[in-house]
């Protein structure tokens, strides 16, 4: 049984604990400037070791990590000086993993947690195997292969030093992984990514807001979890897209988000409407493909321009970097380039290499 939540808050509150917040590479100062502005003087951003990976100190309720909406994970941060696994399967070392165990467990629900997994180095040697029979046993969680809800991570610490580090995540699944996508389309944007690209256009409640070939609403939905607006809408070509898009708001509770299926290349609309555009643009791999960009990304680069309004922001996603740079640099007169911001998403074992670029509408 998890211990009493309440005791649990009170010790995390008084006691600086270590955690690992992992974000997509390149938005480390955007997640770290959430940090400073959800948790204050309580957290203390340490120097970075590696891309993706923010270590901090954190004084306060760890359930309050859980509200985190720019990164991808959060992972409690234990460290044994030990010199190697096998010393986690003796008695006090072991007593303290299922220590740490049983407090991320305490910020859930009883049944939150079914299965558990470890990720390391070797998983089916005899110690690892050892190890998750001990703590599937006093745990009563299941092992699984898979992406387990209770996810364990094991390594050597980044800064070297002797010893081994068991990260906790503290989420029964990836912070990124919204509750809200009941409905999942290939090449749908990480929501994590989605809810930058809606901060870097500094939602107001008064935006007009429109998502240009919204796929399955996410950059919509977390535009509306950043700050309301006056008005909202996706539009998407596809039929099939809209209906996907129509499930997601549903389960989101954005009732206010309106869903049209126009083209976002010749848009039934007047001009200068719009005070906030977003759009993850085809990459030409997953969807569309390099030629068909040739064709959609000037007719939707012409289009945001007639419907946006002098100083309206347009944030926008895109592999297809020299063709849309080429584009937005013949654009100068209608758009000024404010922001780019290349990153890192997984894909297939290796990573796409997007970037984001934040334009605005000259007067």
């Given amino acids: 049984m998890p211990p009493n939540r309440n005791k649990q808050q009170q010790e995390a509150m008084t006691t600086s604990a270590s955690f690992e917040v992992e974000v997509i590479p390149g938005l480390e100062g955007i ?26 100190r954190y004084t306060g309720d760890p359930a309050a990590l859980l509200d985190l909406a720019t990164v991808l994970a959060v992972y409690e941060r234990h460290y044994y000086a030990i010199p190697r696994p096998k010393a986690l399967l003796g008695q006090a070392a072991f007593d303290q993993l299922l220590g740490a165990i049983a407090a991320v467990r305490a910020l859930h629900p009883r049944d939150a947690f079914q299965t558990f997994r470890i990720s390391a180095a070797g998983e089916e040697s005899s110690v690892l195997v050892r190890l998750r029979e001990q ?33 906790i995540r503290v989420s029964p699944r990836p912070l990124s992984a919204r509750s809200w996508r009941v409905c999942n389309l290939a090449g749908a944007l990480n929501a994590s990514v989605a809810h930058t690209m809606a901060l870097l256009t500094q939602p ?22 950043a700050a309301p607006a006056r008005i909202a809408v996706g539009c998407d070509r596809d039929r099939q897209a809209l209906a996907c ?24 609309t007047p001009d200068a409407w719009v005070d906030v555009l977003l759009a993850d643009l085809p990459f030409g791999q997953l969807v569309g493909s390099h ?35 080429r584009l937005v640099a013949d654009s100068a007169a209608d758009w000024t380039l404010r922001t780019t911001l290349p990153i890192k998403l997984p894909f297939k074992g290796g990573h796409l290499r997007p970037r984001i670029y934040l334009l605005e509408r000259k007067g």
């Avoid at 064709?295 to 849309?324: C, H, K, M, N, S």
């Fill in 204 to 225: 107001n409640p008064d935006d007009v807001v429109l998502n240009l070939a919204c796929g399955s609403a996410t950059l919509l939905i977390e535009r509306l979890l």
């Fill in 135 to 167: 703590l599937a046993a006093n745990t009563g969680l299941e092992y699984t292969a898979e992406e387990g809800d209770l996810l364990l991570r094991m390594r050597r610490p980044l800064d070297r030093v002797e010893g081994w580090e068991v990260l």
């Fill in 31 to 56: 997640s770290q400037q959430e940090l400073q502005r959800a948790l204050g003087r309580r957290v203390v951003v340490e120097p970075i070791l590696h891309e993706g990976l923010l270590p901090i």
């Fill in 245 to 268: 898009a129509q499930e997601n708001v549903a389960a989101s509770g954005a009732d206010s988000i309106r869903l049209e299926q126009w083209d976002a290349g010749a848009l039934p």
């Fill in 291 to 325: 030629e068909a960009n040739k064709v959609l990304y000037p007719r939707v680069l012409r289009e945001a321009a007639r419907v946006t309004v002098g100083g309206g922001l347009f944030a926008a996603i895109t592999q297809d970097i020299r063709l849309w740079e």
